[in-house]
């Protein structure tokens, strides 16, 4: 059986002041890095009062050209631009098996084939939540998670020894 992803989360919409946040707490596509990379410090902040929150364990993914893949998975509290979607788990589910989930090519691919514009294409919001997702027990996506987990960051070291040699 399958599952919309409306079904095990919701776009996060609370707000916090600008004034609290800084340029490593600030997200906005321009600091996600493209192919899944995560995050950078950001260049600037906005000028408004407030901006959308997120929390820790929250998926955060770029609304912006979908086929760059920027998606970061929230390890501390912070604040990014509006173009940016704030993903969060509802209770019973996982939240690093939703960041595997929305992390896979195939909902890039939906998030393109249901986007907005062509010049600067748009996820479109209302079709993001119609995305089918696997219907697993917690126990099953916490196991699938955690296989992936280890499976990533033995790339992130590779990477690292990687860049080391070649510097």
Do not use: H
Request: with cysteine.
């Amino acid at each position: 059986m399958k599952y919309n992803l409306s079904d095990i989360c919701d776009y996060v919409k609370d707000k916090i002041d600008v004034a609290v946040l800084d340029d490593a707490t600030y997200i906005s596509t321009e600091n996600m890095m493209p192919n899944k990379g995560g995050i950078t410090r950001a260049s600037s902040l906005p000028a408004v009062a407030q901006t959308q929150s997120f929390s820790a364990g929250d998926v955060l993914v770029s609304n912006i050209r979908p086929y760059f893949k920027k998606i970061w998975f929230a390890e501390y509290d912070g604040g990014c631009s509006n173009d940016v979607l704030v993903f969060r788990a509802k209770d019973g589910v996982s939240k690093p098996f939703l960041y595997y989930v929305l992390a896979d090519d195939t909902f890039f691919d939906y998030s393109m084939a249901t986007s907005k514009g062509t010049k600067m294409p748009r996820g479109d919001k209302d079709a993001i939540m119609k995305y089918e997702v696997p219907d697993f027990t917690y126990e099953k996506q916490d196991k699938i998670a955690g296989i992936l987990g280890v499976l990533d960051r033995k790339i992130q070291l590779n990477t690292e020894i990687n860049n080391n040699l070649a510097a």
